[in-house]
C-alpha cells in the first residue's frame, strides 16, 4: 500500500478542517447524537433489547426507522468490538480478558450483553464500551489472560 504523499510530509494537511470536524463530532455527542448512535449505556440497551426481540420473531417495529437505526448501531458497535477481540487474539491470546467462540456474530452478542444488563442493572451508569466489556468477559473469560480473577 502506498502512503499518501501528505501523510509522508511534515506539514499535514487543512488541520484546521480537521479541528471543525473533531468538533462537529463533539457537539453531536454533546446533544445525544444521531438517531441510532450509541452514545450512553441507556442507547446500548434499548439496541441490545431491540436486537434481541427482533431474532426471536418480534416484527412489530421494523418499520420504525429510530428501532431499526437502534438495532443497526448496536450490531456495528458489537461488531467492532468482536473484530477488535479477534485481532487481539490473534496477535497474543494471553492479552485478551475474553474470547468469544467461533460462530459468535453480532445477533448472538447483543443477547450476551442483553442479559447482563438486565442480571446487572446497577451498571447502567457506566460507559456502553465498559458495560460491553464486561458482559463479554462475564459471559466468555479467558482463562490464558495474564491477569486472570474470577469474580
Known amino acids: 500500500m502506498k502512503l499518501p504523499a501528505w501523510f509522508k510530509n511534515s506539514n499535514p494537511p487543512n488541520m484546521k478542517g480537521f479541528a471543525f470536524l473533531i468538533f462537529c463530532f463533539s457537539a453531536i455527542s454533546a446533544i445525544g447524537g444521531p438517531p441510532g448512535a450509541i452514545v450512553d449505556s441507556s442507547d446500548l440497551a434499548r439496541g441490545a433489547r431491540l436486537a434481541v426481540r427482533y ?16 438495532i443497526t448501531a448496536v450490531l456495528n458497535y458489537l461488531e467492532g468490538f468482536s473484530n477488535c477481540a479477534v485481532i487481539t487474539e490473534n496477535v497474543s491470546k494471553d492479552s485478551i480478558p475474553f474470547l468469544i467462540p467461533k460462530g459468535y456474530n453480532s445477533p448472538l452478542l447483543a443477547r450476551v450483553v442483553d442479559k447482563y444488563i438486565a442480571d446487572h442493572p446497577e451498571k447502567m451508569s457506566d460507559p456502553p464500551g465498559v458495560i460491553v466489556w464486561n458482559a463479554l468477559f462475564h459471559a466468555f473469560p479467558n482463562k490464558d489472560f495474564k491477569n486472570f480473577k474470577s469474580e
Request: zero cysteines; aromatic letters at 6%.
Open 55 to 70: 431474532n426471536d420473531g418480534d416484527k412489530s417495529f421494523e418499520n420504525d426507522i429510530e428501532s431499526v437505526a437502534s
